[in-house]
């Protein structure tokens, strides 16, 4: 497997990019990521929190500290690029005003609270030739890439089940907005975890027909929901199943696919996100490189093997966005592709609010 950086130089035009948001979002998963892509640079931050903006001036000298998004607006002819990093619920009222201010932007997950919404946006951006793309980096995490290449190879065979998840270990609420506000906001695991397992089921086994769900609130002090369950029934017959947790004390599978001609399994979270948060660089030679322990198992019980990990790689979605900016290139991420994932979401909260199996519209 080689260690060669993961994006290669750029010899395009520079890309200035404006982070509205600087809570974990934009520190940890955004700041870093753009600052290791050539051709991008982290040109302004919009954050009102003083502490947050000493930061910002600390780690990135270079950037421009706004106090509002109004303040970005009047100067917004200096960028390119904007990224919205902030609480759900603003997500797509600020991705409308960038794209009218003149920027392309990226929208962290989840893209909208509603399908509806997500489709006017896109519109949007159609009509005023933006690029428009949502953050779903969870589609660059190893585990995932290794899972996808075993199932284009048809390792596997016919996939019949799928199953992923996002659990932890959480048993007191830190009473952050993600736990406290109201799910109408955005608040809860379906929202803030669920995007990315949805995402990757579509994009392993396709369009989803029906959902099952069950959705809880389990620990003291927390309004919005912290224990999911989704059955997905994709319309070419695989079914997944998705658990995301905040009081699991013991986690199980990060993936458990069973198929006609063998199965896959992985345990443990893809390491790109303990070494953000640990303040690493994404420019590290053996970034996203997973260790031998952590290889996946494929096979048949009594006879199986470690697969070799694909390397993940945050870096590659914003390289894609700045060549569908810089040069007209595919976005890394469609956004129809995730409204059919805030479809989903919606099936789901119907399901749990009446206990049945809900269709998809169209479906």
Sequence with gaps: MSNAPQVPEHDGPELHVALIGYGKGGEVFHAPVIEAVPGLRLSAVVTGNPERARTVRERHPDATVYPTVADLWADAGRYE????????????PLARAALEAGMSVV????????????????????KLGRVLTVYQNRRWDA???TLWNLVEEGVLGRVHRFESRFERWRPRAKGTWRESGAVENGAGLLYDLGPHLIDQAVNLF??????????DTLREGVQADDDVFLSLHHARGTRSQLWMGALTAQAGPRFRVLGDAGAFTSHGMDGQEARLLAGESPTAEDWGVL????WGLLGVDGSTRRVPSARGAYPEFYAGVRDAVGEGEPLPVDPHEVIHGLEVIEAARRSARTGTVAALPGR
């Design 206 to 215: 396709g369009p989803v027909s029906s959902v099952y769900a069950e959705v």
């Design 81 to 92: 690029i904007a990224v919205v990093t902030t609480p759900n619920d603003t997500h797509a």
């Design 143 to 145: 585990d995932f890439l």
């Design 107 to 126: 929208v962290d997950k989840p893209f909208a609270l509603t399908a509806g919404q997500a489709r006017e946006l896109t519109d949007l951006a159609e």
């Design 291 to 294: 260790p031998e322990s952590a």
